[in-house]
């Protein structure tokens, strides 16, 4: 699979672990599996190396962990050796689902590299960190780009870069807020992202809803991301803007729907065989409400219209009236033009 090769405008689902996996390898294995019903296109980590990306001060966004006393703690149990995101990576090649991390150090990156990972992901916190960056160009892997805390100087500037080190990328819309309201989405910038960057657009969804996703879908999204929790009342920071395991196989159902219309436009003029019997069924003829002896000139307070369409068709009233009948007809009769003269 190349999660860049999109075909007749297919959209990419990208279901993200984050932490769920609460740094335990085995539960990440578990939350693989569960995704693989879902049938998703790949399945997103996170890379995190506390002594490379944090230091004791770091705030907590949400104070949810009772395991640990800081966040530079949490991200240390969050921690996997090279080893076990080699496992996790083939785990997922194995059930035919594409793997993807989010690197948040140099050594990430490093470690990423040599598992042989086939794409990267931005977080939108690292989006001005040209160490980072530089580490990732170098293995002119293609990026998604989380723009979640981006000003358009900030994006040009990366875009600039990617372009620069001729690498392929997609703008991922985002909105760095937990959950995301709905008319805090941004949606529209999918649309501006696509004119004037000309690339591949997505959206990174934190609304817990998989009406968002569907949304940008309709939008024209290559890409759509989501986090994945067991309920939005789970432990932890992102459990409130996720999605449940159920929430995204509707999500993918929903999105091969919309790619189902999108991909098969009706031409109003051409009926199919379907509609013309329909048409038969549901559309009305013209039929005589009385008894109507031969020579007689059609008024039009002689006619109805009923249904099935078999005879005379509505739309033939003015072709009618007028006319003398040749044959004596009964009340509810359909008119046949061969009744006429």
């Given at each position: 699979m190349n999660l860049f090769n999109l075909k007749k405008r297919k959209c990419k689902i990208i279901a993200e672990v984050g932490q769920l996996h609460d740094g335990k390898i085995k539960v990440a294995h578990n939350i693989i599996k569960k995704l693989s019903k879902s049938k998703v296109d790949a399945i997103k980590f996170q890379t995190h190396y506390a002594e490379e990306e944090s230091t004791l001060k770091e705030p907590w966004r949400v104070k949810f962990s009772k395991k640990d006393k800081t966040r530079y703690d949490y991200w240390k149990r969050m921690e996997f050796s090279s080893k076990e995101?080699?496992?996790?990576?083939?785990?997922?090649?194995?059930?035919?689902?594409?793997?993807?991390?989010?690197?948040?150090?140099?050594?990430?990156?490093?470690?990423?590299?040599?598992?042989?990972?086939?794409?990267?992901?931005?977080?939108?916190?690292?989006?001005?960190?040209?160490?980072?960056?530089?580490?990732?160009?170098?293995?002119?892997?293609?990026?998604?780009?989380?723009?979640?805390?981006?000003?358009?100087?900030?994006?040009?500037?990366?875009?600039?870069?990617?372009?620069?080190?001729?690498?392929?990328?997609?703008?991922?819309?985002?909105?760095?807020?937990?959950?995301?309201?709905?008319?805090d989405l941004g949606l529209n910038n999918i649309g501006i992202f696509r004119e004037k960057y000309k690339c591949l657009t997505g959206f990174s969804d934190h609304s817990g809803s998989i009406y968002s996703g569907l949304t940008a879908i309709s939008l024209g999204a290559n890409f759509i991301e989501v986090h994945v929790t067991y309920s939005r009342n789970h432990f932890g920071p992102d459990s409130s803007s996720s999605l449940t395991f159920e929430e995204i196989s509707d999500l993918v159902k929903g999105r091969d729907h919309i790619e189902q219309i999108i991909n098969n436009p009706v031409n109003k003029n051409k009926l199919d065989n379907i509609l013309k019997k329909h048409r038969k069924i549901f559309t009305k003829s013209i039929v005589v409400n009385k008894n109507l002896c031969k020579g007689h000139i059609i008024k039009l307070s002689d006619i109805e219209l009923k249904k099935p369409n078999i005879g005379i068709s509505a739309d033939n009233i003015s072709r009618v009236i007028g006319k003398k009948l040749i044959k004596k007809i009964n009340k509810n009769d359909f008119l046949k033009f061969s009744y006429l003269k």
């Amino acid at each position: 699979m190349n999660l860049f090769n999109l075909k007749k405008r297919k959209c990419k689902i990208i279901a993200e672990v984050g932490q769920l996996h609460d740094g335990k390898i085995k539960v990440a294995h578990n939350i693989i599996k569960k995704l693989s019903k879902s049938k998703v296109d790949a399945i997103k980590f996170q890379t995190h190396y506390a002594e490379e990306e944090s230091t004791l001060k770091e705030p907590w966004r949400v104070k949810f962990s009772k395991k640990d006393k800081t966040r530079y703690d949490y991200w240390k149990r969050m921690e996997f050796s090279s080893k076990e995101w080699a496992s996790l990576k083939k785990y997922c090649e194995a059930l035919g689902i594409e793997f993807i991390s989010s690197p948040f150090s140099k050594k990430a990156v490093n470690i990423l590299n040599k598992i042989n990972i086939k794409y990267f992901k931005l977080a939108s916190g690292e989006i001005n960190n040209q160490l980072l960056l530089n580490e990732i160009f170098k293995s002119k892997k293609p990026l998604l780009i989380s723009t979640g805390m981006s000003d358009f100087k900030e994006i040009n500037k990366i875009v600039k870069m990617a372009k620069r080190n001729k690498i392929k990328f997609a703008l991922l819309q985002c909105t760095s807020k937990y959950p995301c309201k709905a008319k805090d989405l941004g949606l529209n910038n999918i649309g501006i992202f696509r004119e004037k960057y000309k690339c591949l657009t997505g959206f990174s969804d934190h609304s817990g809803s998989i009406y968002s996703g569907l949304t940008a879908i309709s939008l024209g999204a290559n890409f759509i991301e989501v986090h994945v929790t067991y309920s939005r009342n789970h432990f932890g920071p992102d459990s409130s803007s996720s999605l449940t395991f159920e929430e995204i196989s509707d999500l993918v159902k929903g999105r091969d729907h919309i790619e189902q219309i999108i991909n098969n436009p009706v031409n109003k003029n051409k009926l199919d065989n379907i509609l013309k019997k329909h048409r038969k069924i549901f559309t009305k003829s013209i039929v005589v409400n009385k008894n109507l002896c031969k020579g007689h000139i059609i008024k039009l307070s002689d006619i109805e219209l009923k249904k099935p369409n078999i005879g005379i068709s509505a739309d033939n009233i003015s072709r009618v009236i007028g006319k003398k009948l040749i044959k004596k007809i009964n009340k509810n009769d359909f008119l046949k033009f061969s009744y006429l003269k």
